[in-house]
């Protein structure tokens, strides 16, 4: 059975820092590209930053960049999501999703990924 479980998420100021971290089990990690996605409420599930399974190199959502930092341990199955300066409008339900197509770049559309986890609420206060 193929389980993606995301933790770290919470409540914290504006400016303040997460860790969030997606562990995985009965997948082939290493062939996974990874990526995050975030839904606030009333909105509709968006791209945040996805790692590529070969190059390692992240892609990420112009709103995150420079503040969000993806990574992934091949050895432990796991993906993270290193989140500094957090903002009010960073707050949403935060979710993890692995993409086995062959393709080098990590994808961006949610279509792309096959697998999910259930997600993880940050807040952010003001």
């Known amino acids: 059975q193929v389980t993606l479980v995301e933790s770290g998420g919470g409540l914290v100021q504006a400016g303040g820092s997460l860790r969030l971290s997606c562990a995985t089990s009965?997948?082939?990690?290493?062939?996974?590209?990874m990526g995050w996605f975030r839904q606030a409420p009333g909105k509709e599930r968006e791209f945040v930053a996805a790692?590529?399974?070969?190059?390692?190199?992240?892609d990420y959502a112009d709103s995150v960049k420079g503040r969000f930092t993806i990574s992934r341990d091949n050895a432990k199955n796991t993906v993270y999501l290193q989140m500094h300066s957090l903002k009010p409008e960073d707050t949403a339900v935060y979710y993890c999703?692995?993409?086995?197509?062959?393709?080098?770049?990590?994808?961006?559309?949610?279509?792309?990924?096959?697998?999910w986890g259930q997600g993880t609420q940050v807040t952010v206060s003001s």
């Open positions: 790692i590529s399974w070969r190059t390692r190199d992240g």
């Open positions: 009965g997948l082939i990690f290493d062939i996974y590209t």
């Open positions: 999703a692995a993409d086995n197509s062959p393709t080098i770049s990590p994808r961006r559309s949610e279509d792309g990924y096959q697998l």
